[in-house]
């Protein structure tokens, strides 16, 4: 049985999110993209909608105020018609292909029309420290002509105009330019061996330009996203020795 039957997403309430979008947080690589998530997740009312999981997934509970929860986790608020991914997985990269396109397959089945990932691109530094985040910080990715006019008419984020993209997001934009189904992925910049909350503000910006009526403390994230990015490194320290390698 091979790994992508194996995934399932188990559904905890029935919704419908017909012309919507999806935020994804899988991390398959830095954590800009959970950590904007997350703070979307925290910014709105929301409900628990589904579950991913699989036997092959490493065997770990969440606990958040002595409750436990699945380690991928998607949030929606029916109204605004949008849906946030969480997830504190640390997997294989053997298991990014099988995972995107379920994460897609989801997303279809439940009506939505774009789905927005994120990651980083690297620059220098003279002074080596963090600049500010900021929106025109933020550069955009797209599977398709329609998506990357969405990308255009925000006027803030501008054209990767080459480079290319890792991980999950990368595996979502490939699929999404061969079925005409939109996916953005959004860069923001980042310097070498600094924090991914900075480029999380600055993505969570450009993610409210692209989805009208969604917020975002971009302001709580960055006193807050310090120590939940901590978390996920944790947890990926820990449970470092039990993500599945599939070619030992």
């Known amino acids: 049985m091979s790994i992508g039957s194996q995934i399932e997403i ?19 690589g830095g954590l800009t993209n959970s950590i904007a998530s997350m703070c979307f997740m925290n910014s709105i009312a929301n409900d628990l909608v589904s579950v991913m999981d699989s036997p092959s997934f490493p065997p770990i509970s969440m606990v958040y105020n002595g409750i436990a929860n699945f380690p991928t986790r998607i949030y929606a608020n029916e109204d605004l018609k949008v849906a ?23 997303a279809k089945e439940t009506g939505c029309e774009l789905v927005i990932s994120a990651g980083t691109v690297l620059e220098e530094d003279s002074n080596g420290s963090q600049r500010r985040y900021a929106t025109d910080s933020v550069y955009g990715v797209a ?27 990368a595996l979502m934009l490939n699929e999404g330019m061969i079925s005409n189904f939109d996916v953005i992925v959004l860069l923001g910049k980042t310097i070498q061996d600094t924090p991914d909350y900075a480029p999380a503000a600055s993505v969570s910006e450009a993610i409210m330009k692209l989805v009208p009526g969604l917020s975002c403390d971009t302001g709580s994230l960055l006193t807050k996203a310090k120590t939940y990015e901590q978390d996920l490194r944790r947890v990926r320290s820990e449970r470092k020795d039990s993500a599945i390698n599939l070619y030992r």
Do not use: C
Request: charge should be positive; avoid cysteine; aromatic fraction near 10%.
């Open 84 to 106: 946030f991914l969480i997830s504190e997985l640390n997997l294989d990269p053997s298991f990014y292909y099988f995972v995107s396109r379920t994460i897609l397959r989801w």
């Open 143 to 169: 599977s398709t002509k329609r998506a990357r006019d969405r990308i255009r008419n925000t006027e803030i984020i501008r054209d990767l105009p080459s480079g290319s993209v890792g991980g999950i997001p």
């Open 10 to 28: 188990h559904t905890v309430k029935k919704v419908n999110l017909k012309g919507g979008t999806l935020i994804d947080g899988f991390p398959s």
